[in-house]
């Protein structure tokens, strides 16, 4: 079954870049993305060639110690920031603690650090654990989304937010908000989990300060890929890392008993990094070699609008959870329904993967380098049948798992 | 060529279980342990059918969500740990600060961490960085090995040791120090990089109170792969991880917006655990699995004393830079000789692959799992030969790489 929009699709060719399930329509790539075809043999060959014949040489040989410096400069040029300000290391998670701890330092004086509830937990999390380890008088300041931009005071050290919300795709507007920032004299610290790969995303442009993203989401680099983390150059040298490790030294084989930070962003890193995941990551970011971010953006548009007026015109018991207009939404669409768990499951069983987020939200992914309006006009179709015969409505799906 | 201390090693038939390159004779898997031969092959199929075919849904089918705990349990087999004592996660550098900083909470009235000059630098930094970032008078107390015993005072709050140091082997008594250091109400604390694997570790019975190690050196798991730690049973409900990360926490998937700690060790998890990697550790320690830890130390020792006495026998221009006692000693042997460098880049360039280590030590790790006795003596001879034709007098071998 083909769609008139696919027909003119500069897109459409990628697909066949992508090992995409037969029978699947997956609407989950901002959780996991799907598999580069490419990517099965190249991490074959750093396995058995790279790690099997040159064992220890491959540090050398291989490039491995510059890894996470050339994979952070791929992902660099996709979220526009400046060559040598990423890295590719550790998870989102600890990134997160890296950059608000070394944010903090720059502003001593000030103890607020201001979020929002619509932040993905962990990043919250991070906050809480780096605020009670610190244990001088620091606050985690949690508002709505639409509070944010009113609570900026001057008494607010850093800004952290999510740029597009995990649960309803609202995205904020980056270079707004930083611009507020800085204007109190905040830092801007931006999560990028649902941004990178996506759409064009420009650091340099709107003056970040900081920034963390993810690499298993739009950037496809498989489950659990090593997450990264930009840093402003005018930063970079100013501060200092909380997690001292080895590979972020100054000179990593003189193997000084004192830690000396590495010149710029180098100095973000932190343990031996993990090659084969790493390599996977790099791997799959070839497929963004020849695509513009921009193509990806009017695609996703596109998928994004059919959806939505599709589903709104064939699902009314579906409740937008997304913003309407296009402009403050990143590459998803959310709905809530009471039942979404086992609706999500039932389209699971059907063969759409879209994501459940508690209590009722059932979120879709829509990522331009391998779905087509086909895909979009099918998932709708299927979704317009369960909803019409009730088939979520079963304990079968009803039955929570542990993970989903 | 065979050696008759070959004939009746019953770990023999495990060399078949690794791809050991052609004309290689490897004395570094204390940097980087040797492919397994069926992991190319496991991990084809993980990146393949589990992320290419399940996506999303390999969290419950394949049970990624629980990896880090089934490799944790499986690693914690080998060094001596109860059960659901050991995690598999992030970087060494990272395990030793979220375990130093969780120490450091159980003894708020002391100040001091005791360690030593021959620990390996990324704990050292780790903890400078700790104690920077806390600002709270803590002091590393950094001595010499022979000196680590008569500073255990009650002013320590943990003693930080590598059990293993990486450039002499000397090995520390595990049980003692620890004894002598919970009698003056300090906690101990070891990093056990080149102890798991490399022989029997009894984690439990010297009660020792935390532990971290490496999995790409004797557990085989691949260049960078996942690191592991242990919180003994009586502290892991007392603890408050510094690094407080979704993957953490009591329920991961309610998407709380307030941290609260998982049940026992399962806290000090932080991120999404790099599944390729982790999978890789997975499979490597497979090998591990009809093996006892008691033949492994039985071998190692009958290696290191045939690799020693026929160095000093033969190369009479190096200086013995390990403990002569075995008793001591982990599975390497290290030599002093000023021209180090060159001389490990002749051997190399021979086939003989061990480790240089600044300033002047060349450092042969031994694992009975894929070495022979016919591989020491040959290791041997071409030592003795390039030391007397003084091979390693070259500018190829003296100009010195990034890194080794």
Known sequence: MSHPLDQNDPLAVKRQAFQVPDGVIYLDGNSLGVLPAHVPARLQQVVAQEWGNSLIR???????????????????RLIGAEENTVVAADSTSINVFKVLAAALQLRPDRKIILSDNGNFPTDLYMAQGLRDLLDRGHELHVVSPDEVEANITDEIAVMMLTEVDYRTGRRYDMSALT?????????????????????????????????????????????????????????????????????????????????????????????????????????????????????????????????????EARCPNLELASPRDPNVRGS???????????????????????????????????????LSHADVMRAVDIMEEILRDRLWDSEEYKTRQKVT
Request: overall charge negative; proline content about 7%.
């Open 58 to 76: 491959g540090w050398n040989d291989h490039g491995w110690f510059d890894l996470p410096a050339k994979v952070g400069n791929r992902i660099a």
């Open 179 to 311: 611009e507020k920032a800085h204007a109190s004299g905040a830092l801007a610290f931006w999560d990028l989990a649902h941004s990178a790969g996506a759409f064009p995303v420009d650091l340099a442009g709107a003056k970040a300060d900081f920034a963390v993203g993810c690499g298993y989401k739009y950037l496809n680099g498989g489950p659990g890929a090593p997450a990264f983390l930009y840093v402003a150059p005018k930063h970079q040298d100013q501060i200092t890392p909380p997690l001292t490790g080895w590979m972020g030294h100054d000179a990593p084989f003189a193997f000084d008993l004192d830690y000396r930070p590495g010149t710029g962003i180098d100095r973000m890193r932190v343990g031996t990094p993990p090659i084969l995941a790493l390599s996977a990551l790099d791997a799959a970011l070839d497929v963004f070699d020849d695509v513009s971010m921009n193509d990806i953006r009017t695609k996703s548009l596109s998928l994004c609008e059919l959806f939505l007026s599709e589903v």
């Open 332 to 370: 998803q669409i959310s709905f809530r329904f009471k039942e979404g768990y086992a609706l999500m499951q039932a389209l699971i069983a059907k063969g759409v993967i879209g994501d459940f987020r508690a209590p009722d939200v059932v979120r879709f992914g829509f990522t331009p380098l391998y």
